[in-house]
């Protein structure tokens, strides 16, 4: 069986803080393709968690839980899911980007 993946509170605030820095930094001309851009994300995380090997967070950003995975979506911005694995779900914590947080990840 499956487990559940459960999106945290955090985690869902991030996201919106994303989407209004996506039109107000005027990465997308809408609204709409913003929203497009973070529910691909979201459909990443509902078909990979699990499914893809996920590795250890670096230490320093082991606040936002144990474990990530990446998501490529262009040439330029690789995103880190990061999340906990419990019994009977994926807990998604934390959701950060290469530009942000991206010389931790490199190892």
């Known amino acids: 069986m499956k487990k559940r993946i459960v999106l945290s509170p955090d985690f869902l605030d991030e996201l919106e803080e994303?989407?209004?820095?996506l039109v107000?930094?005027?990465y997308f001309s809408s609204l709409e393709w913003a929203l497009k851009y973070t529910e691909a994300i979201e459909r990443f995380i509902n078909d990979s968690i699990g499914v893809y090997p996920a590795k250890k967070v670096p230490f320093s950003l082991r606040?936002?839980?144990s474990l990530f995975i990446k998501y490529k979506h262009s040439q330029h911005t690789t995103w880190y899911i990061v999340f906990d694995?419990?019994?009977d779900a994926y807990f998604?914590?934390?959701i950060t980007n290469n530009h942000v947080?991206?010389?931790y990840f490199n190892y």
């Open 18 to 21: 994303l989407l209004d820095a």
């Open 24 to 26: 107000e930094g005027e």
């Open 63 to 65: 606040k936002h839980g």
């Open 85 to 87: 694995e419990l019994e």
């Open 92 to 94: 998604i914590k934390h």
């Open 101 to 103: 947080s991206g010389q």
